[in-house]
């Protein structure tokens, strides 16, 4: 399981220390003067070598060692440390008592005017025709409704078709922010309104194409609706 330990075979050579047979040769003068070694005679190397691998292998006892050396193989292991990734810092964002104390969604007084906001409605019907290809007379009714319910819907005109609440019925206005469970809209009257999703059936028209929208079924955040499938067919009740 763990990495893979390191394997140092010695082999005979002209500058290297060969072990076989238990026969050590001292390096010459000429390689050992610019290492600033002292040389060494083969009864000290040989107590060098032991020492080193009983130092190396504390587990393997003297016959183990010679059996290594008889072998020619040793084997050291090797632990490598292992490298801690640095954690990435999550940005901190306004929790949801703070973005309400902040009124950071509210919409100023002023700025509570159907006009203002027909530029958005013309913008984002164009965004509609270049999401639906054109929206051609010929264009499948189902291909243009499942692009409309997962498209973005703020600066769509909506009209509330059906509702538990027969107050909500008739509303007709720009979508200005889509939450979770609510659109606000703002209607021609100059007011805002905040309409649930829940128990209520919605319609947008896009150059003559009609969508409805159940909101019951339509409970997600706007970022939430691109990767949701939705069904196209069969009754839903409000």
Same mark, same amino acid.
């Given at each position: 399981?763990?990495?893979?330990?390191?394997?140092? /075979?010695? #082999?005979?050579?002209?500058?290297?220390?060969?072990?076989?047979?238990?026969?050590?040769?001292?390096?010459?003068?000429?390689?050992?003067?610019?290492?600033?070694?002292?040389?060494?005679?083969?009864?000290?190397?040989?107590?060098? %070598?032991?020492? &080193?691998?009983?130092?190396?292998?504390?587990?393997?006892?003297?016959?183990?060692?010679?059996?290594?050396?008889?072998?020619?193989?040793?084997?050291?292991?090797?632990?490598?440390?292992?490298?801690?990734?640095?954690?990435?810092?999550?940005?901190?964002? &306004?929790?949801?008592?703070?973005?309400?104390?902040? /009124?950071?969604?509210?919409?100023?007084?002023?700025?509570?005017?159907?006009?203002?906001?027909?530029?958005?409605?013309?913008?984002?019907?164009?965004?509609?025709?270049?999401?639906?290809?054109?929206?051609?007379?010929?264009?499948?009714?189902?291909? %243009?409704?499942?692009?409309?319910?997962?498209?973005?819907?703020?600066?769509?005109? %909506? #009209? %509330?078709?059906?509702?538990?609440?027969?107050?909500?019925?008739?509303?007709?206005?720009?979508?200005?922010?889509? &939450? !979770?469970?609510?659109?606000?809209?703002? #209607?021609?009257?100059?007011?805002?309104?905040?309409?649930?999703?829940?128990?209520?059936?919605?319609?947008?028209?896009?150059?003559?194409?009609?969508?409805?929208?159940?909101?019951?079924?339509?409970?997600?955040?706007?970022?939430?609706?691109?990767?949701? !499938? &939705?069904?196209?067919?069969?009754?839903?009740?409000?």
């Amino acid at each position: 399981g763990g990495p893979a330990p390191w394997r140092l /075979r010695l #082999t005979p050579g002209p500058a290297v220390l060969c072990l076989a047979g238990k026969l050590y040769r001292r390096l010459p003068p000429e390689e050992t003067g610019g290492l600033r070694l002292q040389p060494q005679g083969s009864e000290e190397a040989k107590a060098f %070598v032991n020492a &080193f691998l009983k130092r190396s292998m504390p587990k393997k006892n003297e016959g183990a060692i010679q059996d290594i050396l008889t072998r020619k193989a040793v084997v050291l292991e090797h632990h490598p440390k292992k490298k801690t990734k640095p954690k990435r810092k999550k940005a901190k964002g &306004f929790t949801a008592k703070q973005r309400r104390e902040m /009124r950071l969604f509210d919409i100023e007084p002023e700025q509570q005017r159907y006009g203002i906001f027909l530029p958005l409605h013309e913008l984002w019907k164009q965004y509609i025709r270049d999401l639906c290809h054109g929206l051609k007379p010929d264009a499948q009714p189902h291909m %243009v409704q499942g692009k409309l319910l997962k498209a973005d819907l703020h600066g769509a005109i %909506v #009209t %509330v078709t059906k509702s538990k609440c027969p107050s909500y019925v008739g509303i007709t206005g720009i979508i200005l922010q889509e &939450f !979770k469970h609510v659109f606000k809209i703002i #209607t021609k009257e100059d007011k805002l309104k905040v309409i649930p999703k829940l128990n209520n059936v919605f319609s947008l028209e896009v150059d003559g194409f009609v969508s409805y929208i159940y909101g019951s079924k339509f409970q997600f955040r706007a970022s939430e609706r691109s990767a949701k !499938k &939705f069904k196209l067919k069969g009754t839903i009740d409000l």
